[in-house]
């Protein structure tokens, strides 16, 4: 029998071999103050990156949650079309987001209209002098309604082709500043996130065991004397996030409120906060201005005698995004001793391979 | 010429350099015997957890996925505001959540009414004995009106101010017990859900290929004897996850569906099944109970004889959060590679380091 | 003092120690070959998967990004029910959808009808020959009426269980071809993402710098000569994705929309460019077309003279998913190092074990 390229005696035997390489103990103060170093740094890194920072030991699991909100809040505007009026939530909230302007035109009805000039209404056909200036069927998807062919008054000095359309067609007019419902920024919104690993089969949610109903009722986040209330005003959100709430609310826009839950859950129960950060997700760059902001479209339709009209409300708003990020960690001894073995493999190799090079100089 | 410290005849020569470490054989029956141990733990864990565990061989891909859902199911309710009533899907559905409760105020107008007593309107100013007790224009932003500074007779013994605001304002009442739409537990909700495995170009959904039109109109999703319809009763999904259906319906709630898509692509492509679990999110923790459940606002505007008015809905629903999870697998030969590399190498170390532990006693 | 199994003079010298393997050179050319193919083979891998493919110097992170639609177009309709209609985006624009097709039943009210035949209606009690076939109280999750228990004319020949529905019911027919709204191939949407890497403070949005307000209000995405326009032709979307919009109209879908932001933030910031690609999400295997498409009910409800009415909406639509995907990477110095390290030791021990195997023979 054969075994490793020498001849045994027996298979046995050769089951039992075992195969070292020979050492060689160098005795000198500078290799060895080296050779120590190198495993100095080796532990180092063991014990501060891969068990202290990354946490190695653990098993780690990451967050499954929902997210629920609830705004409150009413504003009151007095405009030359509207009158006094009063909006409240119903009226304001868009399911995901807050409408800090609202631009409502006059109610409109599937009729006939003059199209109006081309700064409004982009493409060709706007302006014309007679009827042959106007195709028939003709619509443009950016303009709003179907030509009919004929060239009619648009205004005392100007005559535009006429469509069929929701009549009066919106103005292309820029949003005016201040924004219509100022008083947004009092607005406060209720968070209501439920978090679960499912691995450790752990349940949390930001209202904390300690916040009672009484409290919730009246209270406001604040990062340094209100840290656990769940409830945002949302000019402190922008003001959070470095935007001024009068200057984002014209033109509207994303804000992201991110919610990080990163979890030791080695550690008492209490220690698993939630983090709130807000940041503005949509552009804000001066030197790329080009379609800013945030705006929807959205109609309620009346139906008055048979005959269907719509209000076309155009929304400035301010969409919330709720992020929720988060990954625990627990110990348990398969991972610990992978890494603590990936560890000592590795750096060890490194270090040999150090030496190995140092060696042959 | 010189390399590895030694000087060598030439730089060819050299380059054909091959140095190993010295061997040192030991013939022991205790040492063979923890070696050939190692070796087999070593084997064992790159069979057992590199290979069938981690399915190492395989090269992997997570799911992209789109889902669309559609709920069925009406209602009869006999109350005694709004009399005999029937509800199908547009009345309860608001896009992702089935309301199984809907609170109905009366029907409002921008008008002027009475605040209401404090126990109803959390804040300041709202019981009074004069006008010098209410602030023109002062609204708190969770009250629903703006006051008008004057007092008025909110019922025979109380006065309260006076408030423009959506008319007469909502009563803060808990929730009656049972639901208003107590068979919405009937209610069956159909999901369709398609995957792609953009790498494996693999596309399938959960209508499986042996589903036909005929099985699709009759069947409810049963963990035994219908594991493959894709139609789920809302009682179900909530007794699944551990729930009361009624009891969560009250205050309404997030119920998740869980779609998992396991694949091993090296096997037959019925084996890559979805998995469904249900799970409610949102906190149901008896001993933080504030701010239970969901629901929600919205309004549906009317116009009679140019006057607005609306139907405010408080609707506690239970929504659907449906994720969708999923991992494919198949046979690659570098990750197999590399696996089989990276496991050899590191528990071989580890072996070798036990043993180098070992004989330095 | 004794260290490594051997008496030391002194802990001092002992801790000086370095012990090594004792090297044999063996000068073959067929070995040595051999030895520096698998060191070339080493350095191959860690050069060019490790650092160029995996790019193992950089640190990531991955992208969060806001995204918003804005749809855009007319169309002109002319059916016998309908007369000459006009079609534009608050009426054909459900949120997160475009309606394609769009069937809407004749206005409906809480009232008593027959429920028709069972072909239109799937389960037990539709045709009938006198009350008692007709259970009262009855209804079943797929029909749309709780049953009377009376036994009515539907038609001149045809007896159904009298429902109390939102009646007229709508008819389960098969959607017409072509759609309703075949215009809807040329609206476009403007689709506005802005990402962010948190890691390296990077933001970006896929309106580039040199994009200005005039080339936007005209221009539309096409691969090869506007590669960089934010804006995309329906009917393109559907082309690039293999599907033809018109077939796809009749029935509905799922459209992804996939913006790739793969950046190397060590190259200029204009090269961290988004990718698109179009693919149809839900399914469309021939083999397998039960439940095929995507339609939405939702309604429209009016008030006239205190009776309330709606307008049943039966919208086959396409809807977008919009997913961005992404990483970035930036050189860093740790995971330059650690990756080095561990592809040196890991594939030099696979060599090595190599090199065993082969020695043993």
Redesign the interface.
């Known amino acids: 029998m054969c075994?490793?390229?020498?001849c045994c005696v027996s298979m046995t035997?050769c089951?039992?071999?075992?195969?070292?390489?020979?050492?060689?103990?160098?005795?000198?103060?500078s290799?060895?103050?080296?050779?120590?170093f190198c495993q100095a740094v080796v532990l180092a890194y063991i014990i501060g990156y891969v068990c202290v920072l990354k946490k190695g030991y653990q098993d780690t699991d990451t967050v499954?949650?929902?997210v629920?909100t609830?705004v409150?809040?009413?504003a009151?505007t007095n405009t030359s079309d509207l009158g006094?009026?009063?909006w409240?939530?119903?009226?304001y909230v868009i399911?995901p987001q807050v409408a800090s302007r609202r631009e409502e035109a006059k109610v409109q009805a599937?009729v006939l209209c003059p199209l109006g000039p081309s700064s409004t209404n982009?493409g060709p056909g706007s302006t014309c002098t007679s009827g042959r200036d106007c195709k028939r069927?003709f619509?443009d998807?950016?303009?709003?309604?179907?030509q009919t062919g004929r060239c009619i008054q648009f205004s005392v000095t100007e005559k535009t082709c006429e469509v069929?359309?929701?009549c009066p067609l919106e103005k292309g007019n820029d949003p005016p500043d201040p924004p219509l419902l100022a008083e947004a920024m009092?607005?406060?919104v209720?968070i209501?996130n439920?978090i679960?690993y499912p691995k450790f089969n752990f349940?949390k949610?930001n209202?904390?065991?300690h916040?009672?109903?009484s409290y919730?009722?009246?209270c406001v986040f604040n990062r340094t004397t209100d840290p656990d209330c769940p409830i945002f005003r949302l000019g402190d959100i922008a003001s959070e996030a470095g935007e001024d709430f009068q200057t984002m609310a014209v033109h509207g826009g994303?804000m992201?409120v991110q919610i990080l839950w990163d979890c030791n859950l080695d550690m008492p129960e209490s220690w698993c906060m939630p983090t709130y950060t807000f940041?503005r997700?949509?552009?804000k760059?001066p030197?790329?201005n080009?379609?800013p902001g945030?705006?929807i479209?959205?109609?309620?339709?009346?139906?008055?005698g048979g005959k269907e009209s719509?209000n076309?409300v155009k929304g400035y708003g301010i969409?919330f995004?709720i992020?929720v990020f988060g990954k625990a960690g627990k110990f348990n001894i398969v991972p610990t001793l992978l890494n603590i073995?990936?560890g000592?493999?590795?750096?060890?190799?490194?270090c040999r391979?150090f030496?190995i090079l140092k060696?042959?100089?």
């Open positions: 075994c490793g390229g020498r035997q089951f039992f071999d075992y195969s070292t390489s020979k050492v060689l103990v160098i005795r000198s103060k290799v060895g103050t080296l050779n120590r499954i949650s929902s629920t609830k409150k809040g009413i009151l006094l009026r009063i409240d939530v119903a009226d399911p599937r982009p069927g619509h998807s950016r303009q709003n309604g179907v069929l359309a929701w009092n607005f406060t209720l209501k439920s679960r349940n949610r209202i904390l065991p916040v009672n109903s919730l009722s009246q994303v992201g940041r997700l949509d552009n760059d030197d790329n080009v379609a945030y705006n479209r959205f109609a309620k339709y009346y139906k008055n719509r076309l969409r995004e992020m073995g990936a000592l493999a590795l750096l060890g190799l490194v391979a030496w060696l042959y100089d």
